[in-house]
């Protein structure tokens, strides 16, 4: 009898989102690698614009944690408050449901085993596919915490999500280098992505990997 075939994950401008979780003021001193975090998703929002890929924010809490940091160039874009860990709050929901040909979300933030776990599951639940950017998340500075945010990530990845990282997404949403946007997006990848310490977590024994 033939197994079934895994799912490809396969990205397309005009059927993503862009989910992008909760990078407020008072995260700035408190997340591992904060600013490398915000660049990265500062840059997977830059190419949503290029691709005309709607993009979701939220803030959690925001009377108590502030408002979205400015470095991650979203001003324009009205952020959804929340309280809950998952994005996926009715509000989002309804802008999801406006977007019928919607397949998959590509998910940036923190923390890692809280809002953005909470929302990939919430997302896979609903049937869709979850592009997790590795490199566009994380958690607090503690050593535990970041053993949170492997296992996280290796939860996610249990759950059904895809594990990727920004360039691997930029460059499968654009798919063809004739593409009309191919050389601003080359530029804007020109530069490697800041290290956000992805490359510790990979280091020995790595559930990831498994």
């Not at 990205?11 to 600013?35: A, H, N, W, Y």
Request: aromatic share 4%; net charge positive.
């Amino acid at each position: 009898m033939a197994t079934a075939r895994p799912a490809l994950g396969r990205v397309l401008p005009g059927s993503s989102m862009l989910f992008l979780c909760d990078m407020q003021e008072k995260f700035r001193g408190t997340i591992s690698f904060f600013p490398q975090i915000v660049a990265v998703s500062a840059r997977m929002l830059q190419v949503a614009r290029m691709l005309d890929i709607p993009v979701m924010l939220t803030e959690q809490y925001p009377t108590g944690l502030g408002p979205t940091v400015p470095e991650l160039g979203a001003q324009d874009i009205r952020a959804v408050p929340k309280t809950c860990f998952s994005m996926v709050v009715p509000e989002v929901e309804r802008l999801m449901n406006a977007r019928p040909s919607l397949r998959s979300v590509l998910l940036c933030g923190i923390e890692a085993q809280a809002c953005i776990m909470s929302t990939a599951l919430d997302l896979l639940e609903r049937g869709l596919d979850v592009h997790v950017v590795a490199d566009a998340c994380s958690s607090r500075r503690s050593v535990s915490s970041q053993v949170d945010r492997l296992l996280a990530l290796s939860r996610m990845r249990q759950s059904g999500a895809f594990l990727t990282t920004s360039e691997c997404l930029i460059l499968q949403l654009v798919r063809d280098s004739a593409h009309p946007r191919f050389k601003e997006v080359q530029k804007l990848i020109r530069d490697p992505a800041p290290d956000s310490g992805l490359l510790g977590l990979f280091q020995g024994q790595s559930p990831l990997l498994n």
